[in-house]
């Protein structure tokens, strides 16, 4: 099973900087989310095992939140050592990339605060309340499970 952190860090590295590119906490925030839904929901079972919480501006993971939380809103940097991940993993992680790296912060959070298990780990908080409950991994494999479903009977 992954480290979290590790996770973290091969999203900031895989982040094309000298074309321009950055990736802020929020934007990582919401990739580890789409990383752990769609591990949960195509492995069944988690790519990590901390857990997410519901916040204001969508799916946190307070470990990595407390080590990022000093940049704000500012772009993260690279980080400076190696990354101890599985080949499958980078694999997934790619695939996460490609799916979602383009989107900017804020559309990231808009996609989650539409979806099931952000919704029901929420409940009916107002939108900028405080909120530290855990996103239900079921749900978040439930859900993840019938929008692959959904896709493969598209075509």
């Known amino acids: 099973m992954a480290d979290v952190k590790e996770v ?24 580890i989310y789409y990383a752990q839904a769609w591990y949960l929901a195509l492995e069944n ?5 901390d857990k997410l919480e519901a916040w204001a ?6 470990s990595v ?12 940097p690279a980080p400076d050592d190696d990354i101890d991940l599985l080949q499958c993993e980078i694999d997934h992680l790619e695939m996460i990339m490609d799916a979602y790296g383009d989107m900017s912060a804020k559309k990231l959070e ?27 991994q079921d749900t978040m494999t439930r859900f993840y499970q019938k929008v692959y479903q959904a896709a493969q009977a598209d075509g």
């Not at 973290?8 to 990739?31: C, M, N, P, Y």
């Not at 808009?110 to 239900?136: F, M, Q, V, Y």
């Open 45 to 49: 079972k988690a790519l990590f095992p």
């Open 110 to 136: 808009h996609l989650t605060h539409g979806e099931e298990p952000w919704i029901e780990a929420r409940g009916d908080l107002p939108a900028e309340a405080r909120c530290n409950t855990k996103i239900s």
């Open 57 to 62: 501006h969508g799916p946190v993971c307070r």
């Open 8 to 31: 973290a860090k091969w999203f900031l590295a895989a982040v094309d900087r000298q074309s321009g590119e950055a990736i802020t906490h929020l934007k990582l925030q919401k990739l």
């Open 65 to 76: 939140y407390d080590t990022y939380r000093d940049y704000g809103w500012d772009a993260l």
